[in-house]
């Protein structure tokens, strides 16, 4: 069964300060991975994914995301973190490209970011 | 803003009660998925709806059910509410063909007391 960890709950970093939030992952075969940010009183917006390609994806507003196949890791980074960036993030898997696969969420990090 | 809309936003119901959350999807999406959001928790998938037919389920009960339209547009029924019924309920939608990415609704609040 696929499975999504991410260790921290929350992540506290300084405005301009590079942030890193992390997630490992379990999936029998090829992980299809997401990121996925939550502001309060809204929906998820989607911030990136790893299907196949380029361990770095670049996503929105100035993340990205390097997929450790070795460390089933799927760690999110921005170089320089902004007080807008402050939010809960949420990291994803599934194992098929299949609409119909479904997706797993991890419980959530809170980004915190101090002027 | 994603063009997915949902509603109510908020809504309040007793136990044992039943419950009808709605979702319009962004257009041209065929594919619409629903999550339950628990407090502190990540969103855990109830299932998915393609072209009006049940398409994949999570680990929930039978007496969360649900309906897509032929507009795509996509109906969750809860009946006999629990007070662990309640959550944030998103809805998603995508493109069959370009299923990697889901586009989310803002969400029903949904208290059961």
């Known amino acids: 069964a696929q499975s999504v960890a991410q260790p921290e709950d929350q992540v506290n970093v300084a405005e301009g300060n590079p942030l890193t939030v992390k997630c490992t992952y379990s999936?029998?075969?090829?992980?299809?991975l997401f990121w996925y940010v939550q502001y309060p009183n809204r929906g998820l917006q989607f911030l990136l994914k790893y299907i196949t390609g380029d361990n770095l994806v670049k996503g929105s507003y100035g993340f990205e995301a390097e997929f450790n196949k070795s460390q089933t890791s799927f760690h999110l980074k921005k170089p320089s973190a902004l007080v807008s960036d402050s939010a809960l993030y949420f990291c994803?898997?599934?194992?098929?490209?299949?609409?119909?696969?479904?997706?797993?969420f991890g419980s959530g990090t809170r980004l915190s970011i101090r002027p | 803003e994603t063009g997915v809309t949902q509603s109510p936003t908020h809504l309040i119901k007793t136990r044992g009660q039943q419950v009808t959350l709605r979702c319009s999807s962004q257009s041209g999406h065929n594919t619409v998925s629903w999550y339950q959001q628990a407090l502190g928790q990540g969103p855990q998938f109830i299932f998915q709806?393609?072209?009006?037919?049940?398409?994949g389920r999570g680990n929930f009960p039978p007496r969360f059910s649900g309906l897509q339209f032929p507009n795509y547009s996509s109906e969750l029924n809860v009946n006999a509410l629990e007070l662990d019924d309640s959550a944030l309920y998103l809805c998603?939608?995508?493109?069959?063909?370009?299923?990697?990415?889901?586009?989310f609704g803002p969400g029903t609040r949904l208290t059961v007391t």
């Open positions: 999936v029998s075969g090829n992980p299809y």
């Open positions: 998603a939608s995508s493109l069959e063909t370009v299923a990697y990415e889901q586009y």
């Open positions: 709806y393609y072209r009006e037919e049940e398409n």
């Open positions: 994803a898997v599934r194992d098929s490209p299949s609409s119909a696969s479904k997706i797993i």
